[in-house]
C-alpha cells in the first residue's frame, strides 16, 4: 500500500469518528440504541413479572451501583478504542480503594491528600502499561496481566489480605447521600459521561484515538503521536480504576483487594455490548454508557432472581460472545 493510500485511510477512519451531520440515524448509534432498548425491556419485563420491582428507589440504586461501572468501562473502553486490552483494571481498583481507606483510617483530615496521592498512584500503574505497550512494543494482554499479578503482589505484601479499616465518612456520605430526592452519585454520572463523551467523540485527541485504532501504519506516516497517546490511553484508564475504587470504598464502607475483580469482565462486556470493536477504531462513548447500563440492570435483576454469581458470569460471558457475533454480522453485510 502506498502513501497516498495510507494518508486517504486515515483521513477516511478519521471521518467515521465524526459524528453524523444528517437526519439519519449513524450506524454507530444503533448498537447503543438497542443496548438502551434491551435496558427498558429488561425493566418492564421484571416489572410485569415482579410489580415490587421498578420503583423510584429502585431505579435510583441500580444507578448509584452503575457508578463504578461507568468510569471503568470508560478508561477500558479507550484501551480497547486502540485495539488493546487492560487486563490490570481489577487490580487497580483493588489498589486504589485499599490505598484511600489506608491514607484517611475512617477520618476526613486525611481526604485532602489520600485522594491525590491514590489517583497518582493508580495512574502511575497505567504509565507503565502504557509505555510497556508504546515503547517497549509488548503484547497489551501480557503487560496489563503482568502488571496485575504484580502490583497485586505488592499490595499483598503491604496489607497481607486484610481488609482496611474504614474509609473517611465523606467519602461514604457521597456515596449515600440525595440532593432533590436524587442520590449523588446519579449527578456524578451525568457530568462523567458528558466530559468522557465530549473527550471521545468531539475532542481533536479523541478522533486522533480513531486514526491509530483504524489503522496504526496510516497513523504513522500522518505523524500522529501514536507513543504519547498510547500511553496516555493506559494512564488515563489507570485513573477511571483509581477513581472506581475510591468510590466502591465509600460504597462499601470499607475496601478489599480484591474487590474490583468483579468489574474486569463486566468493563469489557460494557464495551463490547456498545458495539465497539475489540480489534479497535471502532465505537462511541454512549455505546459504552448503555452497555455498563444494562450491565447494572441485569446485576440487580439477577440478584433480585437469587441467582448465583456463576450464572451471572455465564450471562456476561454470552453476551460478549453474541455482540462479537453481531458485529461480525455488521462488518459482513457493509463488505458485500
Given at each position: 500500500?502506498?502513501?497516498r493510500q495510507l494518508i486517504d485511510k486515515a483521513e477516511a477512519s478519521d471521518l467515521d469518528a465524526r459524528p453524523p451531520r444528517s437526519g439519519l440515524v449513524a450506524s454507530e448509534l444503533v448498537p447503543a440504541i438497542t443496548v438502551f432498548a434491551a435496558t427498558a425491556l429488561l425493566i418492564i419485563g421484571m416489572k410485569i413479572a415482579n410489580p415490587n420491582f421498578g420503583s423510584f428507589e429502585q431505579l435510583t440504586a441500580i444507578l448509584v451501583?452503575?457508578?463504578?461501572?461507568?468510569?471503568?468501562?470508560?478508561?477500558?473502553?479507550?484501551?480497547?478504542?486502540?485495539?488493546?486490552?487492560?487486563?490490570?483494571?481489577?487490580?487497580?481498583?483493588?489498589?486504589?480503594?485499599?490505598?484511600?481507606?489506608?491514607?484517611?483510617?475512617?477520618?476526613?483530615?486525611?481526604?485532602?491528600?489520600?485522594?491525590?496521592?491514590?489517583?497518582?498512584?493508580?495512574?502511575?500503574?497505567?504509565?507503565?502499561?502504557?509505555?510497556?505497550?508504546?515503547?517497549?512494543?509488548?503484547?497489551?494482554?501480557?503487560?496489563?496481566?503482568?502488571?496485575?499479578?504484580?502490583?497485586?503482589?505488592?499490595?499483598?505484601?503491604?496489607?497481607?489480605?486484610?481488609?482496611?479499616?474504614?474509609?473517611?465518612?465523606?467519602?461514604?456520605?457521597?456515596?449515600?447521600?440525595?440532593?432533590?430526592?436524587?442520590?449523588?452519585?446519579?449527578?456524578?454520572?451525568?457530568?462523567?459521561?458528558?466530559?468522557?463523551?465530549?473527550?471521545?467523540?468531539?475532542?481533536?485527541?479523541?478522533?486522533?484515538?480513531?486514526?491509530?485504532?483504524?489503522?496504526?501504519?496510516?497513523?504513522?506516516?500522518?505523524?500522529?503521536?501514536?507513543?504519547?497517546?498510547?500511553?496516555?490511553?493506559?494512564?488515563?484508564?489507570?485513573?477511571?480504576?483509581?477513581?472506581?475504587?475510591?468510590?466502591?470504598?465509600?460504597?462499601?464502607?470499607?475496601?478489599?483487594?480484591?474487590?474490583?475483580?468483579?468489574?474486569?469482565?463486566?468493563?469489557?462486556?460494557?464495551?463490547?455490548?456498545?458495539?465497539?470493536?475489540?480489534?479497535?477504531?471502532?465505537?462511541?462513548?454512549?455505546?459504552?454508557?448503555?452497555?455498563?447500563?444494562?450491565?447494572?440492570?441485569?446485576?440487580?435483576?439477577?440478584?433480585?432472581?437469587?441467582?448465583?454469581?456463576?450464572?451471572?458470569?455465564?450471562?456476561?460471558?454470552?453476551?460478549?460472545?453474541?455482540?462479537?457475533?453481531?458485529?461480525?454480522?455488521?462488518?459482513?453485510?457493509?463488505?458485500?
Amino acid at each position: 500500500m502506498t502513501d497516498r493510500q495510507l494518508i486517504d485511510k486515515a483521513e477516511a477512519s478519521d471521518l467515521d469518528a465524526r459524528p453524523p451531520r444528517s437526519g439519519l440515524v449513524a450506524s454507530e448509534l444503533v448498537p447503543a440504541i438497542t443496548v438502551f432498548a434491551a435496558t427498558a425491556l429488561l425493566i418492564i419485563g421484571m416489572k410485569i413479572a415482579n410489580p415490587n420491582f421498578g420503583s423510584f428507589e429502585q431505579l435510583t440504586a441500580i444507578l448509584v451501583t452503575a457508578i463504578f461501572l461507568v468510569v471503568a468501562s470508560f478508561g477500558q473502553g479507550l484501551v480497547i478504542l486502540l485495539g488493546g486490552i487492560d487486563l490490570s483494571l481489577g487490580v487497580v481498583i483493588g489498589v486504589g480503594g485499599m490505598m484511600v481507606a489506608e491514607l484517611t483510617r475512617g477520618s476526613n483530615d486525611a481526604l485532602l491528600y489520600a485522594i491525590p496521592l491514590t489517583l497518582l498512584c493508580c495512574l502511575g500503574i497505567g504509565l507503565i502499561n502504557g509505555i510497556g505497550v508504546a515503547i517497549a512494543k509488548i503484547p497489551p494482554f501480557i503487560v496489563t496481566l503482568a502488571s496485575g499479578i504484580t502490583f497485586f503482589g505488592v499490595a499483598l505484601g503491604f496489607t497481607a489480605g486484610n481488609s482496611q479499616q474504614a474509609v473517611a465518612p465523606a467519602v461514604q456520605q457521597f456515596m449515600s447521600s440525595r440532593w432533590l430526592g436524587v442520590p449523588y452519585p446519579v449527578y456524578f454520572i451525568v457530568i462523567f459521561a458528558a466530559l468522557a463523551w465530549l473527550f471521545q467523540n468531539r475532542s481533536t485527541e479523541g478522533r486522533k484515538l480513531y486514526a491509530i485504532g483504524s489503522s496504526p501504519g496510516a497513523a504513522q506516516v500522518l505523524g500522529l503521536p501514536i507513543a504519547s497517546l498510547t500511553i496516555t490511553v493506559y494512564a488515563i484508564s489507570g485513573l477511571c480504576a483509581g477513581i472506581t475504587g475510591i468510590l466502591l470504598a465509600g460504597y462499601s464502607s470499607s475496601a478489599t483487594l480484591d474487590m474490583g475483580d468483579a468489574l474486569l469482565m463486566p468493563s469489557i462486556a460494557a464495551v463490547v455490548i456498545g458495539g465497539a470493536r475489540v480489534t479497535g477504531g471502532s465505537g462511541i462513548y454512549l455505546g459504552t454508557l448503555a452497555g455498563a447500563l444494562f450491565l447494572s440492570t441485569l446485576s440487580t435483576v439477577i440478584t433480585t432472581l437469587s441467582l448465583s454469581q456463576g450464572f451471572r458470569d455465564l450471562v456476561q460471558g454470552g453476551i460478549i460472545i453474541i455482540a462479537l457475533l453481531l458485529q461480525r454480522g455488521r462488518l459482513n453485510l457493509r463488505s458485500r
